[in-house]
């Protein structure tokens, strides 16, 4: 089956640090990836997404690229801020099929 | 702009309770869906509707059911809460032009508490 796993939160940082947070996928088939982002007391919404091989998916100074050989999309950012502050999902779906598959959320805190 | 959302933010019920959650949303979208939220488990799909009065089991749909009698409104049912519902529920909407780029529209979550 399809599954998505992401490093283990919380994750603490300073402002204007460096963002990694790790993803990895296992998928029947060629799957598009995504990563989504939830605010404070907000629903999830999308952030950046990639369909295919090498594809890098970029939005609001974040990056991830699909990396096939080592099935991963990790997201970066160069210089993370306080308003950066939320709870990130990585998300993958299959071909035509409906249901996007969820890793468990990776919690980001960024202090001044 | 897209808007989903959830008729209720927080509630708190008993056990055997009959649940009502309520999601509407105003894009026209023919696909919305279902999820809970817990901590260390991610979001996991209860149900989905491709259109008006279809539905579709996800992946832990055991003491939940749907309706979708309006394309807009997607209303999860629980027929006897328990306390292993208590939980966050997150309605999701997609346009079927969306099927390839998967981006759902999520509302801000209805947090239940079964006491």
């Known amino acids: 089956g399809n599954s998505v796993t992401q490093m283990e939160g919380p994750v603490t940082l300073s402002e204007e640090a460096f963002l990694t947070i790790n993803c990895t996928y296992t998928?029947?088939?060629?799957?598009?990836l995504f990563w989504y982002v939830q605010y404070p007391g907000e629903g999830l919404q999308l952030l950046l997404k990639?369909?295919?091989?090498?594809d890098k998916g970029s939005n609001k100074g974040f990056e991830a690229t699909y990396r096939k050989e080592t099935t991963s999309f990790h997201l970066e950012k160069g210089s993370v801020q306080v308003s950066d502050s939320a709870v990130y999902f990585c998300?993958?779906?299959?071909?035509?099929?409906?249901?996007?598959?969820f890793g468990t959320g990776t919690r980001l805190q960024v202090t001044l | 702009d897209v808007k989903v959302t959830q008729s209720s933010r927080y509630l708190v019920k008993r056990t055997g309770e009959k649940v009502f959650l309520e999601c509407v949303q105003d894009m026209d979208h023919e696909n919305m869906f279902w999820y809970r939220q817990d901590p260390g488990l991610g979001l996991r799909l209860i149900y989905f509707s491709y259109d008006v009065k279809m539905k579709e089991k996800g992946d832990i749909p055991e003491g939940y059911s749907v309706s979708r009698e309006k394309k807009e409104r997607f209303s999860l049912i629980l027929e006897s809460a328990s306390t292993n519902q208590t939980s966050m529920y997150l309605c999701?909407?997609?346009?079927?032009?969306?099927?390839?780029?998967?981006?759902?529209?999520f509302g801000e979550g209805s947090r239940l508490t079964v006491l």
């Open positions: 999701a909407s997609r346009d079927p032009s969306g099927m390839r780029t998967g981006e759902l529209f």
């Open positions: 990639a369909t295919k091989a090498d």
């Open positions: 998300a993958l779906s299959v071909g035509t099929a409906s249901k996007l598959t």
């Open positions: 998928a029947t088939g060629y799957p598009s």
